[in-house]
C-alpha cells in the first residue's frame, strides 16, 4: 500500500490502551489475495475483517495460515446482481469498446513493448529474461474461481453487521462496481472511508472503472479525495526506466491508474449537513487513526481540536496532538511548540 505510515504513533497509543475494545476497528478488504495489508495489523486485537476474494484454494490458504481468529476470508466474486441497472450501463460501455486501459495508449506502452520483444527473445532463445511479467497477464488463469457473486450491501445484512469503518477494492477493473454494492450500508454501518483503484483513461461512460466515476459516486455519497497514487506509464517511442525490477509502471510518462483515499472531513463545519448525525468518540477516534496512517497527521490534529471535548473522556487530546506532532528538523517537539515555532519562526519549516 502505498501513502502509509509503518509508525502511526497515535493508532498504536490508542490500540494500547483498548480505547477501542467496544468498538473494534472493522475492514472489508475486497480483492485480498495475498493477504491483506501488514499496516492494518497496527489494530491489534482490535481489528475484524471481512476479506473477498474469488480465488478459492488462496482463500483456502490464506485461512489455513491466518493467526487472527477475528480475519475472515470468503472465496467469492463482490459485485451487483445481474437485475441492477448498473449492469445495462456496463453493457452498453462494452458494447461500444469500453476499456480497462485506454486500448490505444495501453499497445503504445513501453512496458507491453517490453513484454512483446522478451516473447520474441524467448521463441528464438528460449527464457533468459528474469523479471516479472507484465500486468496483462491474467492473475486468474491457472486458479479455480468461485461462481457466486454477492453485493457487500447483502454480504452485510446476511450477516447482522452494522458497523464497517473502511472497505478497499482492488478487483483489476470493476472497482466502481464493488462500491456500488456498498451504497446501501454506507451510513447503516457508519462507513468512514474507501481505498479503491481506478484509471485516469477510459470511456466517458457512467459505468467506466474511471476516476471521474469513482470521484463522483465518492462525493456523492459523503467522502472526500485525501490522498492519491499516480502510476506512470512511458510510451514505447522513448521508454523510461522501469520502477521496479518487472514491466510494470515506469519512473515517468503517462499516468494511466492509482488508488485512490476516500475519508469522511469529521472536521468539517457542515458535517452534520452531509451526514445528519455527529459520529460516536469511538468512531472519531478510528477516523483520526484513519487519517494518520494515510500521511495525515494535520487532518488527524484538526479533527481531535475540532472534537476534543467529546474525546476526553477516552483519552487526553493534548497526548493525542503530541503523539501526532512530527519530528523538525531532527527535534521532537509538543504540539505547543511546534505552533509556537510556526508562529515565531516560520523559516524553520522552510527546505534546509
Known amino acids: 500500500m502505498d501513502n502509509v505510515t509503518y509508525s502511526p504513533r497515535m493508532l498504536l497509543k490508542v490500540v494500547q490502551q483498548r480505547l477501542l475494545l467496544s468498538d473494534p476497528f472493522v475492514l472489508f478488504d475486497i480483492g485480498c489475495g495475498e493477504g491483506i495489508a501488514q499496516v492494518w495489523r497496527f489494530f491489534g486485537d482490535d481489528l475484524r475483517v471481512h476479506a473477498f476474494d474469488p480465488q478459492v484454494e488462496e482463500c483456502a490458504k490464506l485461512t489455513a495460515r491466518e493467526k487472527n481468529r477475528h480475519v475472515n476470508y470468503h472465496a467469492v466474486f463482490v459485485g451487483l446482481p445481474p437485475s441492477d441497472a448498473f449492469h445495462e450501463g456496463r453493457a452498453a460501455t462494452e458494447r461500444h469498446g469500453g476499456s480497462y486501459f485506454d486500448p490505444g495508449a495501453q499497445f503504445r506502452r513501453s512496458s507491453t513493448e517490453a513484454a512483446n520483444a522478451r516473447k520474441r527473445a524467448q521463441t528464438v532463445a528460449g527464457p533468459t529474461v528474469s523479471v516479472a511479467s507484465t500486468e496483462s497477464t491474467d492473475r486468474w488463469s491457472e486458479s479455480a474461481l468461485s461462481t457466486r457473486t454477492l453485493a457487500i450491501d447483502d454480504f452485510a445484512e446476511e450477516h447482522n453487521i452494522t458497523s464497517i469503518d473502511f472497505v478497499k477494492i482492488d478487483t483489476d477493473g470493476r472497482d466502481l462496481e464493488v462500491a456500488a454494492s456498498c451504497r446501501g450500508v ?3 454501518a457508519n462507513i468512514l472511508g474507501f481505498m479503491v483503484e481506478c484509471f485516469f483513461t477510459g470511456s466517458p461512460d457512467a459505468t467506466e472503472n474511471s476516476f471521474h466515476n469513482v470521484d ?8 472526500v479525495l485525501y490522498a492519491l497514487t499516480a502510476n506512470r506509464y512511458s510510451r514505447a517511442a522513448l521508454p523510461s526506466p522501469f520502477k521496479y525490477r518487472a514491466l510494470y509502471q515506469t519512473v515517468s510518462g503517462q499516468p494511466m491508474w492509482g488508488d485512490m483515499i476516500y ?3 469529521g472536521a468539517s463545519q457542515d458535517y452534520r449537513t452531509v451526514w445528519d448525525d455527529d459520529l460516536s468518540p469511538t468512531k ?3 477516523l483520526a487513526c484513519l487519517y494518520e496512517l494515510f500521511q495525515l497527521p494535520d487532518c488527524a490534529a484538526e479533527l481531535v481540536i475540532a472534537h476534543r471535548d467529546r474525546l476526553r473522556p477516552l483519552i ?9 506532532t512530527p519530528r523538525l528538523g531532527g527535534v521532537d517537539r509538543s504540539y505547543a511548540d511546534y505552533l509556537q515555532l510556526f508562529e515565531t519562526n516560520v523559516e524553520a519549516f522552510f527546505p534546509s
Not at 463522483?216 to 467522502?223: L, S, T
Open 316 to 324: 487526553d487530546p493534548t497526548h493525542l496532538l503530541d503523539l501526532l
Open 263 to 265: 475519508l469522511r472531513d
Open 284 to 286: 472519531l477516534l478510528q
Open 186 to 188: 454506507i451510513r447503516r
Open 216 to 223: 463522483a459516486f465518492m462525493r456523492g455519497n459523503g467522502f
